[in-house]
């Protein structure tokens, strides 16, 4: 098991940012995979964005183009930039590690590691 302790979350009005953090350990960032989630009440968690085999941001249709995942290895935190927020981002966030790379990589079945979340509400 990994920790990961997730901070940022907080209220915003629609159109505005918010910048989530999960600190971790170093395994975390050199094995596997890391990834966020989120879950809104009454409905499943989905997957929110992590990295491709290059390295490259892979996002989930509903938040590609406004949310953006970075990592600082050094320091051993991964981000979630989120901008232009909307109602429908509303959710509780969740940081998780994988121990091996998923063959789907937003699915959370492929992670074992989980944070406590962090909550993000936008109002209109």
């Known amino acids: 098991q990994v920790r990961l302790t997730e901070s940022g979350g907080g209220s915003v009005q629609g159109g505005g940012s918010l910048r989530l953090s999960c600190a971790s350990s170093r395994f975390a960032f050199v094995t596997g995979r890391l990834a966020w989630f989120r879950q809104a009440p009454g409905k499943e968690r989905e997957g929110v964005a992590t990295?491709?085999?290059?390295?490259?941001?892979l996002y989930a249709g509903s938040v590609n183009g406004r949310f953006t995942i970075s990592k600082d290895t050094a320091m051993n935190v991964l981000y979630l930039q989120m901008d232009s927020l909307e109602v429908g981002d509303t959710a509780k966030y969740y940081c998780?590690?994988?121990?091996?790379?998923?063959?789907?990589?937003?699915?959370?079945?492929?992670?074992?590691?989980w944070g406590r979340g962090t909550q993000v509400t936008v109002s209109s």
């Open positions: 990295f491709d085999e290059s390295g490259r941001g």
């Open positions: 998780a590690h994988a121990p091996f790379v998923p063959e789907a990589p937003l699915s959370p079945s492929a992670y074992k590691s």
